[in-house]
Nanobody, 120 residues
């Protein structure tokens, strides 16, 4: 069993930065692939980024490449999403998810989400 808690969201101006954290409980968290997803009002939840347990495979959505960076600290059971050059279209609730494989993320463990609002 893995429990996830996101934090770090907030209100920021266009061009600003935020760092989201996904803190996990569970001894086996370090073996899980973790992904960040987001959902804007009236839109479907979309993939943002993912990282394998070892950090050797990272994926990003095209919309965030070059602006967002995912990383993890297994000793702290935490995955981070550094978001730079934020745009109003990045406004959404951001969720982290964990699963044993990338393909299973949407069916895996989920946090409650953290709101990110980017003002123009």
């Amino acid at each position: 069993q893995v429990q996830l808690v996101e934090s770090g969201g907030g209100l920021v101006q266009t061009g600003g930065s935020l760092r989201l954290s996904c803190a996990a409980s569970g001894r086996t968290f370090s073996r899980y692939t973790v992904g960040w997803f987001r959902q804007a009002p009236g839109k479907e939840r979309e993939f943002v980024a993912s990282i394998t347990w070892s950090g050797n495979m990272i994926n990003y959505a095209d919309s965030v490449k070059g602006r967002f960076t995912i990383s993890r600290d297994n000793a702290k059971n935490t995955v981070y999403l550094q978001m730079n050059s934020l745009k109003p279209e990045d406004t959404a609730v951001y969720y982290c998810a964990a699963a044993q494989a990338y393909a299973d993320l949407r069916r895996g463990y989920w946090g409650q989400g953290t709101q990110v609002t980017v003002s123009s």
